[in-house]
């Protein structure tokens, strides 16, 4: 009984393990810590930006503030292969691309 417990024990931290690291790192909820954080002046401020897998793609929202206080949201579907995807709610851009770089860095 010991040893059976053991095995199932092992096996399921073995799945965890494996699941972790299967993860991109990208995805998840970024929160802003505006202390620590740096910016140009007018610049908007991302205050939280969600990344989570849809199909084959990521959507991306973000949810910001305006050069002049006002609250945004916006959102983009994508892949990160540097074609142009639409973005909806961003009265900026119609469109954006993002290019993968490595497990932490994308470019846009």
């Given at each position: 009984?010991?040893?059976?417990?053991?095995?199932?024990?092992?096996?399921?931290?073995?799945a965890g393990v494996s699941m972790g690291f299967a993860q991109?790192?990208f995805m998840g909820v970024w929160k802003l810590k505006e202390?620590?954080?740096?910016?140009?002046?007018?610049?908007p401020k991302n205050t939280t930006v969600v990344y989570e897998?849809?199909?084959?793609?990521?959507?991306?929202?973000?949810?910001?503030?305006?050069?002049?206080?006002?609250?945004?949201?916006?959102?983009?579907?994508?892949?990160?292969?540097?074609?142009?995807?639409?973005?909806?709610?961003?009265?900026?851009?119609?469109?954006?691309?993002?290019?993968?770089?490595?497990?932490?860095?994308?470019?846009?």
């Open positions: 009984m010991k040893v059976r417990m053991i095995v199932l024990t092992l096996a399921l931290c073995l991109d790192a202390a620590k954080s740096e910016f140009s002046p007018g610049a897998a849809e199909g084959d793609k990521v959507k991306v929202t973000v949810d910001s503030v305006s050069s002049d206080g006002k609250p945004t949201h916006y959102e983009w579907i994508g892949k990160f292969d540097g074609k142009e995807y639409p973005v909806t709610g961003d009265p900026l851009s119609d469109s954006r691309s993002y290019t993968k770089i490595d497990d932490h860095i994308l470019s846009s």
